[in-house]
């Protein structure tokens, strides 16, 4: 599977290289000082008291997710409607687009304003930009996903789709859980938050 992470920050730059560890063909698309550094250094991942160079492709510019099976959209939640429509022209109905972003609405207008399936995701992971092209891990790194109850039937993903995506995760060692009833996951995050 062909992966672009939009909005590379420091989540999106973590579950990007776990994925490009694990051999996947990963773009990240970011801030032109982070894309830079990648492409100068690869992108640093600190993480249990080590410091990986994962080598990954990045970019700034959103066409570069073209082709891209799985796209992780992990952009501010204020920026979704604009991430959206830097999005709508390179993604098919073929594309499955997750939203790995805090908040509570994210994945309902994504799957609003884009051509393909959206699934959203509860993030539970403790990250940093350290600098330009460096993540910082804390701890964690597990995913709840599941469908937003009264989603379009475009937007509603199918129960394999979701199993496919729990073990393409699990072999970058990301765990990754089925949830009845995302958006309650998602409320009790906001709310612990």
């Not at 992470?5 to 560890?21: D, H, K, N, P």
């Not at 609003?112 to 990250?127: D, E, K, Q, S, T």
């Not at 330009?132 to 891990?137: F, N, T």
Request: hydrophobic share 50%; glycine share 10%; charged share 15%.
């Amino acid at each position: 599977m062909r992966v672009a992470v939009m909005g590379a920050g420091a989540v999106g730059s973590f579950y990007g290289a776990m994925l490009a560890r694990a051999g996947h063909d990963v773009t990240l698309i970011g801030r032109p000082a982070h894309v830079q550094a990648i492409q100068r250094d690869g992108l640093q991942l600190r993480m249990a008291q080590q410091t990986h160079a994962v080598q990954l492709k990045s970019s700034s510019d959103p066409a570069a997710i073209v082709g891209a099976d799985l796209v992780l959209c992990c952009v501010k939640s204020g920026d979704t409607e604009a991430a959206a429509q830097q999005l709508a022209p390179y993604l098919t109905a073929d594309t499955l687009l997750m939203s790995l972003q805090n908040g509570v609405d994210n994945a309902t207008t994504l799957a609003r304003l884009l051509p393909c399936r959206v699934i959203a995701a509860v993030v539970y992971v403790a990250v940093a930009l350290a600098g330009p092209g460096v993540v910082q891990h804390f701890g964690r790194g597990d995913l709840a996903i599941g469908a937003m109850p009264g989603g379009t039937q475009s937007s509603v993903p199918e129960w394999p789709t979701l199993q496919t995506l729990v073990d393409f995760f699990a072999g970058a060692m990301v765990p990754v859980r089925i949830v009845p009833d995302v958006a309650a996951e998602l409320w009790a995050k906001l709310l612990v938050n």
